[in-house]
């Protein structure tokens, strides 16, 4: 059995690792902790759990000699890297659901999160969390950065065709929607009812935190030197998904088999990765840990279109951790996975 | 292992059964049915579940043919007798989702259906499959009536009042929340989005076929003679889900602490109702085989208030069936039970 | 023309004054107050009015030297009074849309508002504004208090009977349910997104401020003593709008011809209740200053179903101010309401 | 007064209709008509308009002996072509909301909506009813072809870029994002309630009816030749509402400020379209007929971002009918709008 900890309980982070650690039968969740909440039940803060998951909530450092084999990191970003500085010596591996190790340096980090960095020897040993790209190095880590949602779900969606060196660098677009959750749990404006319900609209436009993790991961799939993508967030009035829109422009003309074939080649033994017949629809994914895809080449424009789903709390968060630590430990991937879609 | 079919793919309690059935250890889906889609694909209906579950699409009439242990029919009202009388002397047990055998007699059903049985000698066999009341008589069972959705959630909500005689018969308020899917899948002006999202209402009032049911099932527990109940469903914008407010009064004063301990021990060992500590919502259900149940007691007005939610396609329809299939084959109730409530 | 101030802009009933007063025929908007974004345009803090109603906000103070003939108070319960007694000796009427002068006495306040009144004074020359009850003191008035959401559609729906003296006290139970707007803009748990979407609860059980209200004002109507109901909120998926399920039960068998004619002389000559042939939804009075009421009668359990449905910014919080000052200043009650139902 | 007839009861845009011309105070709505509906009344279709707007529905031929001076067509395509043909000889003005007459030539018709078309001697006189770009040839017109909704909220957005001949041609993608109502009123499951709430997808990729729409459109404003455009479409669980998120490259990098200069001389005069400082939301224009737009410029990537949002039953249709109807009487574009933004 894994003996697992989950360090900060009261985000959908938290909560999501727990539905999904429940099945696994590898998985011993030993310690959760919070420090706001700590003496209370996580069924006290999560009450759909009553009964599920009682665990008495505890202050963080007592993951430290709590014996574990497995440390999620279900915290905000700027506040992980405090903790996985204090647990660089410890025993267990860590997976960090935060965006503090996902780029590549410090600098980088620096420059987009407009935020010191208070840990960057942690670069070092970090993995960028995403199978379907980093599996071996994932298997050897010991520090996972679990990737951003949206980078997920774009980084999944064009892959196979910068790899292949199809695309044109510099005609990438990226028109991504993502559904409240992505925001959060705390209550603010932009996450009240009444503000997102019925509603819809873009921000982020031109400079978001996740354009440089799309760009750092794409350049670092191509020959052809660094990757420049449009990237525009909006928010969609549902809870969960992402629905990213990709258009690029192909050096010259393919047909859709071409990139059926692609694709389907590309994300062989990747039992995640669904190409699918017709467009996706969020709810197709919904609590489960796929990423749909769907490839069209538009022959009037020149252009391909991939649609790309996920449940961003799933493969775009605690999803692909419990994945990347199916990896880490020797198992399959899809090892715990029960959560089927659950549509409608 | 427990070889099913599935009769009737395309509504949303089929595709529920094979949601949650697909994670059951014991059972393996050998056979789904649809008449006005058979030679498709399952996941060409459902396409969620491409990769999944990509049957093919049968017949009924071979569900004769194929072995089977078990078969739940997932058909609207009035076309699920003939399948049952067809069935008749089949040798595998049979789980009726319809509301087709959940009265008493043909006489009753004839009058709140205002339709002809077509097959009166199932009643003499059926059971009213509802679990926390009948489990014995489920498990010896080869024909289930499983329950309707909105009975499953009042009855549940006033079964521990009404079996210890505490409440005056005739003064009891059932007033009921659904989600959509509870009016089916297929498109009408009821069920367009328009019609439903941001909005609200009531309908079916004075008279809706689950009132009857749920008289009935209440009679059998009193003994004080037959119960009437005012029953008002109404319509919400929510997929999932139904919540009763549930008003009684007792025939003397009582405490919330009297009523806390009735309800605890009229559901001990019955894994699936849970005592809420704090007025539950729909979501803290939503995928899941739970009814959450909250009791109050208002001094002032002398009246008692349950609170009562379930998922309606899984405890109320799908899930339920499940519980009744583990009952029939001998198993604990809760064994395959893997969805976690969905919250967000 | 009639001058007009607004105190408090920032909340819901801040920005449907400023919706309905726009187009009223009558009326000048000369002064907007916000301590808290003073010094902003009032489309900054509701950027949809911008080419609109681009006014500087004000402090408060400034509301006593502009000249006003009506000053609306569109505060939170509590600090309200503060300002209705400030505006005492001020030549202005004032409509009050807050709780603080709703009830009879400052003792019933303090009970149910947990809270003590500090201007009592006030309750003396306060008339209750609904204007289906109190038309003509509401003419005379020189304050007004405005009414609740919930006693608004309870009232409605529940006066024709008791005035009538049809229906036995103490038998009345009002489900009500309220979309997130009645919550206020305020950002909290309780109207994060992810808390109300595809969601559904009950709260304020048993004890809640409008319970009292509602007692009060059916107290006033009847010949029959002081009037208990059994009042359950609920919280709907929806911005706007109000539905009470009011059940009652008659000291004598009625038909539906009955009570339609009871209703219907009732609501004569009142041009915002219309009764309805089927049961509203809330869509059906969305945006309006409309109430629409439907009423049957189950001779199967002898209850009486009054089903009522309002907006509640509109008739139940901003339409009504602005209908009640059209009586104050004499004007017939439906002038400058040019908001049809939004539906859909 | 201009006596007014709408064909075409049933639909969203019909009701939309009444909504807008009920305030206008020039407008007397003579006959609605019906043919699946006639006798019934209009407010037996549309209950929400109970004691507003109780027409009896008449058959269209009704429509020719009324004495009319103005017809809406609210009509499918297809459909409104005979309409159009049969009142060709008619006194009133025709205000058509289909696509039968919006495109340059019959050809081009038949070639995108695959149907032949019946009256092909329309386009002649047809003027394409979108008053910020040809409101001249609208005053003066007898039938205008009113836009459809993405190409009003496209076009809109990108006419003073195409214009002034900044951007590329062939470098223009165009990302929509609509509501329901854009469907129709039909029930069908893509309209279901579950098919929509709480999830999202795109369709009609490649090849949809209003690409060409734009494109023609676009090309006229151009002296560079044929604008090509690439336009995905998506479907938003929202009721009303488009929201166009814009990419187009300029030939030379330009600023955030010349863009805006741009915008706001283009636009001067014109009350509809508001220049916004940030990105807008679909509730910012809900049922008002504003076109909302923001400009921005992303140096890092060399590309334009337009955001455009519009209702899209109002300036999308029945907002824009009645302003070119304002037009085509001489009047101010603006009368007789009444209704403000409903937010929330």
């Known amino acids: 059995m894994i003996k697992t900890?989950?360090?900060?309980?009261?985000?959908?982070?938290?909560s999501e690792l727990v539905r999904l650690l429940y099945n696994h039968p590898e998985v011993d969740i030993q310690i959760i902790t919070s420090e706001s909440r700590k003496g209370e039940l996580f069924s006290d803060v999560h009450p759909h759990f009553q009964g599920l998951a009682d665990h008495e909530l505890q202050p963080a450092y007592k993951v430290l000699d709590a014996g574990l084999d497995a440390v999620f990191l279900a915290l905000p970003h700027g506040v992980s890297m405090e903790y996985v500085e204090k647990y660089a010596g410890a025993d267990f591996r860590v997976i960090d659901l935060s965006g503090d190790f996902r780029l590549s340096t410090p600098n980088v980090?620096?420059?987009?999160?407009?935020?010191?960095?208070?840990?960057?020897?942690g670069f070092e040993k970090a993995v960028y969390g995403l199978p379907e790209l980093h599996r071996e190095e994932i298997r050897n880590s010991r520090l996972v950065a679990n990737p951003g949602c949206y980078p997920t779900s774009a980084i999944l969606g064009l892959a196979p065709l910068v790899k292949a060196n199809i695309v044109i660098p510099g005609e990438i677009v990226i028109d991504s929607k993502s559904g409240v959750t992505g925001a959060g749990v705390k209550a603010k404006p932009t996450t009240h009812y009444s503000n997102v319900s019925d509603n819809f609209k873009a921000y982020g436009l031109k400079r978001h935190r996740h354009t440089v993790e799309i760009e750092e991961q794409l350049s670092g799939l191509s020959s052809d030197g660094p990757m420049t993508v449009q990237f525009t967030p909006h928010l969609l009035p549902v809870d969960r998904g992402i629905l990213s829109t990709i258009y690029s422009r192909p050096r010259e003309?393919?047909?859709?088999?071409?990139?059926?074939?692609?694709?389907?080649?590309?994300?062989?033994?990747?039992?995640?990765?669904?190409?699918?017949?017709e467009p996706p629809a969020l709810k197709d994914v919904r609590g489960s840990n796929f990423c749909d895809l769907y490839i069209t080449y538009d022959e009037r424009t020149n252009r391909i279109i991939t649609l790309s789903v996920i449940d961003n709390l799933v493969k775009g968060a605690a999803g692909q951790a419990m994945q990347n630590m199916n990896l880490m430990f020797g198992l399959e991937e899809e090892v715990g996975f029960t959560a089927l879609p659950l549509n409608p």
């Open 5 to 14: 900890g989950i360090v900060g309980a009261t985000g959908y982070t938290g």
């Open 109 to 121: 980090y620096e420059s987009w999160y407009s935020k010191k960095h208070s840990y960057p020897q």
């Open 253 to 277: 003309g393919v047909t859709k088999n071409q990139l059926l074939s692609l694709y389907s080649e590309f994300y062989d033994g990747h039992p995640f990765v669904r190409i699918r017949k």
